[in-house]
């Protein structure tokens, strides 16, 4: 048994495009966080039991990772760029799973192997899946359900052409399953079909309702900024009033301290005349006693 992160590390620079490290009898966790231009990772017929990754890991387009000792799909959520990822092999692991929601966003993804695993859930995540070209599903248990949602995708038989669909029981809704390859029959594909245009109708009126609730609010929104500003406004022609009368005031105020300045100076001429007679009669007093 070898390491899986040490045996990487060893052999595979951190500019690596491809891993391929099949059948090497490799255990524990692998982080490749730091592989940052890594596109395909080979990992089949090991004991792994995690893959870690990273916003740095934007360019992966293919994970194979069957007959490993993965319990989870958890590893999904840390892929950047979920859009880029074609093959997802994750066949013959311990993964135990109740959510399928995980998958919803690798739209572009045209191989998903998940059975022989204890995967529950519904499958209907795939329904924007349209380019997908083989699902397999052999061995799930308990079992998924769903699948009703892949009806309307290409990968059904449309214009004659069909993808590999494989599980070892019948779908519950699918009447036409020939030699393991499921091309979908046309009543169910009706069926289908009207229930995606019943729920693209239910997204339009959903859309047509928010967009009018949001114009609704953008014209709350203008309406209070209206008022906001009409109220700013006339806080502000108030306050300029009450500054001229302010100003108003400061000039009486000035123009009272100017006229008191000029009534002191005026009693203070006086004050000095008055001063001047008294020193004046006080010397005739002197000069001329009686």
Same mark, same amino acid.
């Given at each position: 048994?070898?390491?899986?992160?040490?045996? &990487?590390?060893?052999?595979?620079?951190? @500019?690596?495009?491809? &891993?391929?490290?099949?059948?090497?009898?490799?255990?524990?966790?692998?982080?490749?966080?730091?592989?940052?231009?890594?596109?395909?990772?080979? /990992?089949?017929?090991?004991? &792994?039991?995690?893959? /870690?990754?990273?916003?740095?890991?934007?360019? /992966? #387009?293919?994970?194979?990772?069957?007959?490993?000792?993965?319990?989870?799909?958890?590893?999904?959520?840390?892929?950047?760029?979920?859009?880029?990822?074609?093959?997802? @092999?994750?066949?013959?692991?311990? /993964?135990?799973?109740?959510?399928?929601?995980?998958? $919803?966003?690798?739209?572009?993804?045209?191989?998903?192997?998940?059975?022989?695993?204890?995967?529950?859930?519904?499958?209907?995540?795939?329904?924007?899946?349209?380019?997908?070209?083989?699902?397999?599903?052999?061995?799930?248990?308990?079992?998924?359900? @769903?699948?009703?949602?892949? $009806?309307?995708?290409?990968?059904?038989?449309?214009?004659? $052409?069909? @993808?590999?669909?494989?599980?070892?029981?019948?779908?519950?809704?699918?009447?036409?399953?020939?030699?393991?390859?499921?091309?979908? #029959?046309?009543?169910?594909?009706?069926?289908?079909?009207?229930?995606?245009?019943?729920?693209?109708?239910?997204?339009?009126?959903?859309?047509?309702?928010?967009?009018?609730?949001?114009?609704?609010?953008?014209?709350?929104?203008?309406?209070?900024?209206?008022?906001? &500003?009409?109220?700013?406004?006339?806080?502000?022609?108030?306050?300029?009033?009450?500054?001229?009368?302010?100003?108003?005031?400061?000039?009486?105020?000035?123009?009272?301290?100017?006229?008191?300045?000029?009534?002191?100076?005026?009693?203070?001429?006086?004050?000095?005349?008055?001063?001047?007679?008294?020193?004046?009669?006080?010397?005739?007093?002197?000069?001329?006693?009686?």
């Amino acid at each position: 048994m070898v390491n899986v992160q040490e045996y &990487i590390e060893n052999n595979f620079s951190k @500019g690596s495009r491809v &891993i391929n490290v099949a059948v090497k009898n490799l255990v524990g966790s692998l982080d490749l966080r730091e592989y940052s231009n890594l596109e395909e990772l080979v /990992i089949e017929m090991n004991q &792994i039991t995690n893959l /870690i990754f990273s916003e740095k890991n934007k360019n /992966i #387009s293919k994970i194979e990772a069957y007959d490993n000792q993965l319990t989870s799909l958890d590893f999904l959520n840390s892929l950047p760029n979920p859009e880029k990822l074609k093959w997802l @092999g994750v066949f013959q692991n311990q /993964i135990s799973s109740n959510n399928l929601e995980v998958l $919803a966003p690798f739209v572009n993804c045209e191989m998903l192997s998940i059975g022989k695993n204890y995967i529950r859930g519904n499958l209907s995540s795939l329904r924007y899946w349209t380019n997908l070209k083989r699902l397999d599903l052999v061995g799930i248990k308990p079992k998924v359900w @769903g699948l009703e949602c892949l $009806a309307h995708n290409p990968f059904c038989g449309v214009n004659g $052409a069909h @993808g590999e669909f494989f599980q070892d029981y019948p779908p519950k809704n699918i009447q036409e399953f020939n030699n393991n390859t499921w091309r979908g #029959s046309n009543d169910f594909r009706k069926l289908s079909n009207d229930k995606v245009q019943s729920q693209s109708q239910e997204l339009d009126k959903l859309k047509n309702e928010r967009s009018q609730e949001k114009k609704e609010q953008s014209q709350e929104l203008d309406k209070l900024k209206k008022e906001q &500003i009409q109220e700013l406004d006339k806080l502000k022609k108030e306050q300029s009033q009450e500054l001229d009368k302010l100003k108003q005031q400061c000039q009486e105020l000035d123009k009272l301290k100017k006229e008191q300045s000029q009534e002191f100076d005026k009693l203070k001429q006086q004050y000095q005349k008055l001063d001047k007679l008294k020193k004046e009669q006080s010397l005739n007093e002197v000069f001329n006693p009686q």
